[in-house]
């Protein structure tokens, strides 16, 4: 079984900055990615970003220059360092890993960008 820990949301100011992390139950290094997805009020869950078993990150277009993904082997972690935040990245934050066909997933932190 696997789980997924997702901390580090909150309320934040328009400008501010969070860092997202989410710590695995075992080793990442049996996944094919881990990635960040979100979901606003009334919306679908999107990809934010998204980072490959070697480290090749990926990111929507509307976080590109602001978010960087990482991850820690050895410990197990996956990063997202949000920074410039706006009103519009307001959103439950969901932790993903892919081994294969199966997704996993945590259970979600918010951030909410309010003044």
């Known amino acids: 079984q696997v789980h997924l820990v997702e901390s580090g949301g909150g309320l934040v100011q328009p400008g501010g900055s969070l860092r997202l992390s989410c710590a695995a139950s075992?080793?990442?290094?049996?996944?094919?990615?881990m990635g960040w997805y979100r979901q606003a009020p009334g919306k679908q869950r999107e990809l934010v970003a998204a980072i490959t078993s070697g480290g090749s990150p990926n990111y929507a277009d509307s976080v590109k220059g602001r978010f960087t993904i990482s991850r820690d082997n050895a410990k197990n972690t996956v990063y997202l360092q949000m920074n410039s935040l706006k009103p519009e990245d307001t959103a439950v934050y969901y932790c993903?890993?892919?081994?294969?066909?199966?997704?996993?997933w945590g259970e979600g932190t918010l951030v909410t960008v309010s003044s």
């Open positions: 075992g080793s990442i290094f049996s996944f094919n990615a």
């Open positions: 993903n890993a892919r081994r294969g066909v199966v997704s996993y």
